[in-house]
């Protein structure tokens, strides 16, 4: 089955430290982004890329690092920086981002508590 | 720039009634919108899109939306809610490489 993976559903955290949230595809998507999403906030876009080795900041960049290696892979990394990482992160991705009415395929997201 | 207002972020229903969730949308060039749905603890499923055409749109699980540009709205309709449709509702514009969206709408359904 075609579809988006995201890995671990529930990820904890210490303060001060990385992590590294998972996000394949296997849709031959051309474009693929990550969102957080809080309660009352609806979604708000972190990173996207439009092709491999290339990507663009989003509304809420701070604190988040991401890289594309791999057309399918798309990981992003909570750094210490971000001062309230607590909250829901979804990974989604499209075909041709210069397509507008093409939607967007989301993952089942990972569920990210700072202790 | 794109904005989405979704109008009510808890909308109450009981089962049988027309289910109406309201969205209104700015843009700058013709919109390509949406509407998802998210149960609680997963991803975003997509229930239907506008891109050009007819203008009322008929999605999955019985929804649809009308696209009304002088009003600019995008409003999500079912004429007889379920308990299964008890979820948050996003409303979505496009602007060619990125999705805008609402702050979303939580439905719920009373027996």
């Known amino acids: 089955d075609g579809g988006i993976t995201q890995s671990p559903k529930y990820l904890f955290r210490k303060e001060g430290q990385n992590v590294t949230l998972s996000c394949e595809q296997n849709?031959?998507?051309?474009?693929m982004y990550w969102y957080r999403q809080d309660p009352g906030q609806g979604l708000r876009l972190i990173y996207y890329?439009?092709?491999?080795?290339?990507?663009q900041k989003g509304d809420i960049a701070e604190g988040y690092s991401v890289s594309r290696e791999k057309k399918e892979s798309f990981p992003l990394t909570v750094t210490s920086a971000q001062k309230n990482p607590t909250a829901f992160y979804l990974c989604?991705?499209?075909?041709?981002?210069?397509?507008?009415?093409?939607?967007?395929?989301f993952g089942p997201g990972t569920r990210l508590t700072v202790l | 720039a794109q904005s989405v207002t979704q109008l009510g972020s808890h909308v109450s229903v009981s089962e049988g009634a027309l289910v109406l969730l309201r969205c209104n949308y700015s843009?700058?060039?013709?919109?390509?919108l949406f509407w998802y749905v998210q149960y609680p603890n997963q991803g975003l499923q997509l229930l239907l899109k506008?891109?050009?055409?007819?203008?009322l749109v008929k999605g999955i699980n019985g929804f649809e939306a009308e696209f009304k540009k002088s009003e600019t709205s995008f409003h999500l309709t079912k004429p007889s809610a379920h308990m299964s449709d008890a979820a948050e509702y996003f409303c979505?514009?496009?602007?060619?490489?990125?999705?805008?969206f609402g702050e979303g709408t939580q439905l719920t359904v009373n027996p």
């Open positions: 989604a991705s499209t075909g041709d981002p210069q397509l507008g009415y093409n939607e967007q395929f």
């Open positions: 849709l031959n998507h051309d474009a």
């Open positions: 890329s439009q092709i491999v080795n290339d990507f």
């Open positions: 843009s700058s060039v013709p919109p390509y």
């Open positions: 506008y891109t050009t055409g007819a203008t």
């Open positions: 979505a514009v496009s602007d060619r490489n990125r999705l805008t």
